[in-house]
C-alpha cells in the first residue's frame, strides 16, 4: 500500500508557467524553478504533490483553478491506474475480517478495540458523537466565517470548496493578527 502511495506520488509532475504563480512564496516559486531546471525545463516551474509542495500551494495559490485541480489529483491518487490500491484495500479488509472470525470475533474493529480504552466499537462511535457535537457549532461558525471573508475579499459570493479551505482561512488568520495588538 505504502510502496503505490510513494511510486504514484512521484508520478505527478504539474508544469506551470509565471502566470500560474500569483499568490505563490518565493521560496515556492524558487523551488519549482529549479525543479524544473534540473529536468531540462528552465523558464517552468515543476509542482509535485508532495506534502510541503501541495500544502504550500493550497495555502497561497491565489488560483482556484489550479488550486482544484492540485486538489483532486492528490485526492483521487491511488484510485486506478498501475498504483491503484484499490485492490489491496479489499484484501486488507479481508484478511482483517478472515483474523477477526478465526479469533471469533465478528469484525476487525471488535478484535482490535478489546483490550484499548474505548473497548467495542459501540463507545468509539459514542465518543465520536459527542465530539461532533460538541465542536460542530464551532467549526460551522468558522467556515461561515471564512465564508464571508473570501465573499469580501473577492466581491462576490464565495460557495467555499475543499480546496478554498486553505488559501482563505490562512488569509483570514494574516487579517486577524494584523488587527491584533498582542
Do not use: H
Amino acid at each position: 500500500f505504502g510502496q503505490n502511495v510513494l511510486k504514484e506520488l512521484n508520478t505527478y509532475e504539474i508544469w506551470l508557467t509565471k502566470d500560474d504563480l500569483a499568490g505563490l512564496p518565493e521560496s515556492s516559486i524558487e523551488a519549482a524553478a529549479l525543479a524544473a531546471k534540473e529536468k531540462g525545463r528552465e523558464g517552468e516551474y515543476l509542482f509535485t504533490l508532495a506534502q510541503p509542495t501541495y500544502m504550500a500551494f493550497m495555502k497561497y495559490s491565489s488560483r482556484q483553478d489550479l488550486r482544484e485541480k492540485m486538489y483532486r489529483l492528490y485526492n483521487g491518487r491511488n484510485m486506478k491506474g498501475e498504483f491503484s490500491n484499490v485492490e489491496v484495500m479489499k484484501r486488507i479488509v479481508e484478511v482483517r475480517r478472515e483474523i477477526a472470525n478465526l479469533l471469533g470475533y465478528k469484525t476487525y474493529a471488535e478484535y482490535s478495540l478489546e483490550r484499548t480504552m474505548a473497548q467495542t466499537p459501540q463507545n468509539v462511535y459514542g465518543l465520536l458523537d459527542q465530539l461532533r457535537d460538541a465542536y460542530r457549532p464551532a467549526q460551522q461558525a468558522e467556515f461561515k466565517a471564512i465564508e464571508e471573508y473570501a465573499s469580501q475579499l473577492e466581491g462576490r459570493t464565495i460557495k467555499l470548496q475543499p480546496w478554498d479551505y486553505s488559501y482563505y482561512s490562512n488569509k483570514l488568520k494574516k487579517k486577524i493578527e494584523k488587527c491584533s495588538f498582542f
